[in-house]
């Protein structure tokens, strides 16, 4: 008789249509059989005590890797906190050294193929005017979305980007924009300068509102011009949601994200934590985070993802004193479910069901990795994770697996925890300690 690999029982499966009970079979990898009882008895079998098992989160902006800033973060060491955190699959963004030339492209895949635990997909970035040539080789090699900003330092202007979006197009990829117009940054960081600020709100005030939402104006027309797709990251302000429920109506192929950072913190909190919360866009109001929820609940913000950017605890410290020398970016991706379960789930704001579409299903498809990833049904990838949703405790930096010793989210009360996370079929982390094989992860070209 036929013996599956791996049969998982007692569950409350999340699946496209509902949440139902069953279990499920796991063969080479994938998943082979879903039943509501009587599936056969596997190799080894996992007790789900039934809890909830949904699909692996899929975090698609996350800064792993840079040759230069390897003190930060690392393959090996993002991927384990991904996986102790319920993650499964992230597509890497490149940070600051430029990742668009297929030689580039192909040494981070190497790079990826031997330190990672976990899946990996990669966008290319940072985009130039001059980099456009490489789209379609950089596409040969299963890279399918490219990362561009309307801004400082990476700045391209509005007319390449709708060159670069015709071009990306042709290749049926994704173009991938941070969205702050550089005029109003320009203009504005100039009169904080001028004021002779260095204080940890300096920041945050150069970076006001209008500068989302003019680029996010002016990006729109180029998706509707070239029909290629776009996807704007890190979504801040209710100006924002407002422009991207008019371009869904109008059937425009626009999908947004937003971060848990900008779900959980306000302005406000700066005065608390400064520098550490150095973040770009910057920080909002109360008004906007509301907006933000209400977006992620209706649909208007597709996904969730973090931008996972962490610094030391050094690079973030020197801004109390003087704010242009912090390190921009938070560490996010092992927090990511806790938060969602929490702050989402918990409260109310978001169904499960929602919130399995936002970090799995949505995610998947917008970057061309679904039905593979990101469901759970017969013939995708065993990539699961099961939830305790009572399970309580406290996030504490110590009990991380980033590399650096800090997390914004430092005593946060989180409800509803990943307990178990499976990667193709293996087990990688328990009650978020990683167990799998480190060298695990394989790059997932599109
Ligand atoms: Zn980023």
């Known amino acids: 008789m036929h013996v599956p690999d791996l049969v998982i029982r007692n569950t409350r499966l999340v699946l496209p249509e509902g949440i139902v009970r069953g279990e499920l079979s796991i063969e080479e990898g994938r998943i082979s059989e879903i039943a509501v009882s009587g599936l056969a008895k596997g190799d080894r079998e996992i007790d789900a005590k039934d809890n909830i098992v949904m699909p692996g989160a899929i975090d698609v902006h996350v800064h792993f890797y840079d040759r230069n800033f390897l003190h930060r973060e690392d393959f090996r060491s993002g991927s384990i906190a991904a996986a ?13 050294t430029p990742t668009f030339t297929p030689r580039a492209i192909k040494n981070v895949i190497r790079v990826g193929q031997k330190d990672s635990l976990i ?18 080789k950089v596409a040969a090699l299963g890279i399918k979305s490219f990362k561009v900003f309307t801004c400082a330092p990476y700045y391209m202007d509005y007319k390449a ?34 004021e002779g600020r260095k204080d940890p709100f300096a920041h945050s005030d150069a970076r006001p509102s209008e500068a989302e939402g003019k680029a996010v104006q002016k990006i729109l027309p180029l998706s509707r011009r070239t029909g290629c797709r776009l996807h704007l990251a890190h979504i801040t302000t209710r100006k924002g949601c407002e422009l991207l429920r008019e371009a869904k109506k109008k059937r425009l192929p626009v999908t947004a994200e937003t971060c848990p950072h900008y779900l959980i913190f306000t302005r406000d909190d700066i005065t608390r934590l400064g520098p550490f919360l150095k973040v770009s866009p910057g920080l909002k109001t109360s008004e906007d985070r509301a907006a933000l929820w209400d977006a992620l609940a209706k649909g208007v913000i597709d996904i969730v993802a973090t931008d996972h950017a962490p610094g030391t605890r050094k690079e973030k410290e020197v801004g109390w ?32 069901e929602r919130m399995v ?55 946060m009360r989180v409800k509803g925890m990943p307990t178990i996370t499976i990667s193709r079929g293996i087990v990688l982390a328990e009650d978020g300690e990683v167990v799998g094989e480190p060298t695990h992860g394989q790059f997932l070209a599109r």
Request: glycine share 8%; aromatic share 6%; proline share 4%.
């Open 321 to 352: 004193k003087d704010i242009w020398k912090a390190q921009i970016g938070v560490p996010g991706v092992e927090t990511l479910l806790p938060i969602m379960l929490t702050e989402g789930v918990a409260k109310g704001r978001l169904t499960l």
């Open 84 to 96: 102790a955190g319920g993650v499964t699959s992230v597509v890497v963004m490149p940070l600051d």
């Open 119 to 136: 899946d990996f997909a990669l966008h290319a970035g940072n985009m130039t005017a001059d980099s456009i040539k490489y789209v379609s």
């Open 357 to 411: 579409d936002i970090l799995c299903a949505k995610p998947a498809q917008i970057f061309d990795l679904y039905p593979r990833k990101g469901v759970i049904r017969e013939g995708s990838d065993a990539d699961l994770v099961v939830i305790d949703l009572k399970k309580k405790t406290t996030i504490m930096a110590r009990e991380l697996h980033h590399k650096i010793d800090w997390t914004p989210y430092e005593g």
């Open 161 to 194: 980007i709708g060159e670069l979006m015709g071009v990306v197009k042709s290749v049926d990829g994704v173009t991938f924009v941070h969205a702050e117009d550089d005029e109003v940054l320009r203009d504005q960081t100039q009169r904080v300068l001028h």
